[in-house]
Nanobody, 119 residues
Framework: VQLQASGGGLVQPGGSLRLSCAASGRIFSINAMRWYRQAPGKQRELVSSISRGGNTNYADFVKGRFTISMDNAKNTVYLQMNSLKFEDTAVYYC??????????????WGQGTLVTVSS
């Protein structure tokens, strides 16, 4: 199983970016997908999560600005980031709970995509 994240880049404060993370491989089902981020010199932190049923959660620092969504048919999670701030600068990682077969659930990480908010 591989998680391939994309969509990062350089954006001005107040701008928007959309991150994508596609899971590939012999996947039986995806239970949940998440976005984490890690800024320079800081610990990795949870940004948002979404379950297969569509339940979402957001960290307080992104509520009202970021939206997570998942396309179950494409095994892909998205993170729409609006009203970006300097402090959103970080490497964003996707994470997923994936079943390769019934009863076996494993956690996987993507490689990260860099988001830089700068004027």
């Amino acid at each position: 199983v591989q998680l391939q994240a994309s969509g990062g880049g350089l954006v001005q404060p107040g701008g928007s970016l959309r991150l994508s993370c596609a899971a590939s491989g012999r996947i039986f089902s995806i239970n949940a997908m998440r976005w984490y981020r890690q800024a320079p010199g800081k610990q990795r932190e949870l940004v948002s999560s979404i379950s297969r049923g569509g339940n979402t959660n957001y960290a307080d620092f992104v509520k009202g600005r970021f939206t997570i969504s998942m396309d179950n048919a494409k095994n892909t999670v998205y993170l729409q980031m609006n009203s970006l701030k300097f402090e959103d600068t970080a490497v964003y990682y996707c994470n997923a709970d994936i079943s390769l077969r019934v009863g076996i659930l494993e956690n996987y990480w993507g490689q990260g995509t860099l988001v830089t908010v700068s004027s």
